[in-house]
């Protein structure tokens, strides 16, 4: 274990294990040979992308990095945000006026849920991105973060009357019992959303036909009459500079994609996109989709050691509906995992029945809610139930058995 001492913002002792101290930041140059040291496996935890965020985010939203030390022995670190939540603009069905009476009273409710909440994790991913431990203390790290994350949820009360809610956000749903004797469920309100979707890479799959030759009949020929309609347009990676020519169109993309989305918290802007190339260059993919010179649709992904992490996409929601235009994104991406000989591709959570109709396959995902109001903290269950709505779906299972 390393020794490092940075200038903190906070110190948080535990009241469970007397040796164990957590240091507090709020931006990453003060921090980042800490981080550096512990030497996490995933760019998604490592300085570079964290500022990225700082950068780009820098209007709506704080963070805190959280370091973990037992004794002066660094040990963990835990990445959170603080960000403005309204249900009435993070709700697909309140975002308009239109609708039955039930949604139009749900609606009214929801204009009333508005709040900042501490979020122990990442917005902007999928997964289990938010902290990271020595293997020593795997253990023992549901129980040392609980007791940061909720020091840290009072002390910033006081410093803002806005900041309600902690959400801890996400894990697998097979570690919910560890999950429970560490977040007392008289405490935290538990639920799950959509599932997180996968592809699994077959190891003997070294070229695209091999994928194919995998598939039932059913599921290849809606492939390939897929991969006939891409011929109306072409197909190129993005530069830095392409990202730079087309910003306005690629904002325009993105927006029509996020207007239809279910949930959504974060505004995003194409400047993310054009911060993230210019600090991880190739390990950032982006893919243009042009028809007639006119850039129509983009997709984008990680490249985190052996994963494929899909990341944002926009498109011309016409021009996908004739022409399958999404579906050659997420083949793309197969395609992408296959020639990389990566383990998996990650595709989040919206979106679910034509990803799996491609071979990907659900993770389920759960949460945590805290409200700082213990009579409002007991309402939590009945207020989610009422405005949100889990989308049904069908999983597809394309593969031969």
């Given at each position: 274990m390393t020794k490092y001492q940075c200038e903190n913002l906070l110190v948080l002792k535990s009241e469970k294990s007397p040796t164990i101290t957590c240091r507090v930041f709020d931006q990453i140059s003060d921090c980042t040979t800490c981080l550096a040291s512990l030497k996490i496996p995933t760019l998604f935890l490592n300085a570079d992308f964290l500022l990225c965020l700082e950068e780009a985010f820098l209007?709506?939203?704080?963070?805190?990095?959280?370091?973990?030390?037992?004794?002066?022995?660094?040990?963990?670190?835990?990445?959170?945000?603080?960000?403005?939540?309204?249900?009435?603009?993070?709700?697909?069905?309140?975002?308009?006026?239109?609708?039955?009476?039930?949604?139009?009273?749900?609606?009214?409710?929801?204009?009333?849920?508005r709040f900042k909440a501490l979020v122990c994790g990442n917005l902007l991913l999928t997964g289990e991105y938010g902290s990271y431990f020595l293997p020593a203390y795997q253990n023992q790290k549901f129980s040392i973060l609980e007791n940061a994350w909720d020091q840290l949820f009072k002390h910033l009360q006081i410093e803002d009357d806005e900041v309600k809610v902690m959400f801890v956000k996400e894990y697998e749903e097979a570690k919910q019992e560890r999950l429970r004797s560490a977040?007392?469920?008289?405490?935290?309100?538990?639920?799950?959303?959509?599932?997180?979707?996968?592809?699994?890479?077959?190891?003997?799959?070294?070229?695209?036909?091999d994928y194919l030759s995998a598939?039932?009949?059913k599921y290849r020929i809606r492939v390939k009459a897929a991969l006939k309609r891409r011929k109306v347009f072409s197909v190129k990676h993005l530069s830095l500079q392409d990202l730079r020519d087309e910003a306005s169109t690629l904002q325009l993309l993105m927006q029509q994609v996020l207007d239809e989305s279910e949930f959504r918290i974060v505004n995003l802007h194409v400047n993310y996109l054009?911060?993230?190339?210019?600090?991880?260059?190739?390990?950032?993919?982006?893919?243009?989709?042009?028809?007639?010179?006119?850039?129509?649709?983009?997709?984008?992904y990680f490249i985190d050691g052996r994963i494929l992490v899909a990341h944002l996409t926009g498109f011309d929601l016409t021009i996908n509906k004739r022409f399958d235009l999404y579906l050659n994104m997420l083949i793309d991406l197969v395609d992408a995992c296959i020639a990389r000989r990566s383990d998996a591709l990650i595709l989040s959570r919206t979106a679910l029945e034509i990803k799996s109709s491609i071979g990907a396959v659900p993770l389920p995902m759960i949460n945590l809610l805290k409200h700082r109001s213990k009579s409002l903290n007991l309402a939590l269950p009945h207020v989610y139930q009422l405005l949100y709505e889990n989308e049904p779906w069908t999983q597809r299972r394309p593969f031969k058995a």
């Open positions: 209007e709506e939203m704080q963070v805190r990095y959280l370091f973990f030390y037992d004794e002066d022995n660094l040990i963990g670190f835990a990445y959170c945000q603080i960000h403005p939540f309204m249900a009435e603009k993070s709700f697909k069905s309140y975002r308009s006026e239109q609708g039955a009476i039930g949604v139009k009273l749900r609606s009214v409710l929801a204009k009333l849920v977040f007392s469920p008289q405490d935290y309100f538990l639920f799950s959303v959509q599932p997180s979707m996968i592809f699994h890479r077959v190891a003997q799959w070294l070229s695209f036909d598939l039932k009949s054009i911060i993230l190339k210019e600090k991880f260059a190739e390990a950032f993919q982006l893919t243009g989709y042009y028809r007639e010179d006119q850039l129509i649709g983009f997709m984008s």
